[in-house]
């Protein structure tokens, strides 16, 4: 990798606005939390939800938002963890390394001290919890869906928002939801349906939460998604590191980026910027409830 596709892209136009970056992942980022968030609220992205994937991260997540006033937290076992945790992760895959099967019961234990990360006032969110059928095969899918129930029920116990993550799984993920009856406050995450999903989400009241690759030249069907998508229910993030925003897509992604996913989703509702910061910070605080 040359030293320009390493370098974080410029700083842009701060926003007229303040808004929040809805799902972060400070921990995976070159920078501290400090450089991040004072780079951020630099350009106007003055609040962050620090999400965690698993027990390291979230814990990580939950001390991290009782340090910072502006960083909220959510925690969770990410879908692609719950069949790691249960089968073994020979490869070592996952930042945790090479693990062997734990079985169910390891799941539960995981499980057990999200439910008590969850309790904590200044966790805000339980996730990202959903289903990957991207990365998951046919054999981790029981643990997956075991486990994405149990974060719906624990969500719910403790009143706090729900946080989805949806990779090639839309149907399965809408009907879980449908089944076990979703949390109050449900946010899919790096949404990633096309319009007429959309529609069925505004139904039910999910918020839809958009990021950097809303901007890839392929993602048209995210586009016609966003523009079906009502104002109340949208939010923004980067999912940094991951997910950069074109002109800069393959460099390292940070919350400062949002602006630039703003002023693009703004074009596509033809809104100006201002009225969709707006909308977003105040969309975002009611999801987390903050």
């Not at 895959?93 to 539960?108: I, K, N, V």
């Not at 046919?138 to 403790?158: C, T, V």
């Not at 839309?170 to 999903?197: K, N, Q, W």
């Amino acid at each position: 990798m040359s030293a320009a596709k390493d370098a974080p892209p410029p700083l842009p136009e701060p926003l007229g606005v303040a808004v929040a970056d809805s799902h972060t992942h400070l921990d995976m980022q070159s920078t501290t939390v400090e450089e991040a968030l004072t780079k951020a609220a630099s350009v106007g992205v003055t609040t962050v939800v620090q999400v965690g994937c698993d027990l390291k991260g979230s814990q990580w997540a939950a001390e991290t938002a009782e340090a910072y006033e502006n960083v909220h937290a959510a925690v969770a076992l990410h879908p692609n963890e719950a069949p790691r945790i249960v089968l073994g992760d020979p490869d070592g895959w996952s930042r945790q390394g090479a693990r062997q099967p734990g079985g169910d019961a390891a799941l539960d234990e995981a499980l057990a001290e999200i439910d008590r990360l969850a309790a904590l006032p200044h966790v805000k969110a339980v996730g990202e919890t959903g289903l990957d059928y991207f990365r998951t095969g046919a054999d981790g899918m029981a643990a997956q869906e075991r486990s994405f129930r149990a974060h719906i029920e624990i969500a719910k116990r403790h009143g706090k928002a729900l946080v989805i993550h949806d990779r090639e799984a839309h149907e399965d993920v809408l009907r879980i939801l449908r089944e076990e009856g979703a949390p109050e406050r449900t946010v899919f995450h790096c949404y990633s349906g096309d319009a007429e999903m959309a529609e069925l989400c505004a139904r039910a009241g999910y918020f839809m939460s958009f990021a950097g690759n809303m901007t890839f030249k392929n993602a048209q069907p995210l586009r016609d998604a966003l523009a079906v998508a009502p104002l109340e229910l949208v939010l923004v993030e980067t999912d940094a590191p991951f997910l950069t925003p074109a002109p800069y897509r393959g460099r390292p992604n940070a919350p400062y980026l949002v602006p630039v996913t703003v002023r693009a989703m703004a074009a596509v509702k033809s809104l100006h910027e201002d009225v969709l910061a707006a909308a977003i910070a105040e969309n975002t605080a009611r999801a987390f409830d903050y």
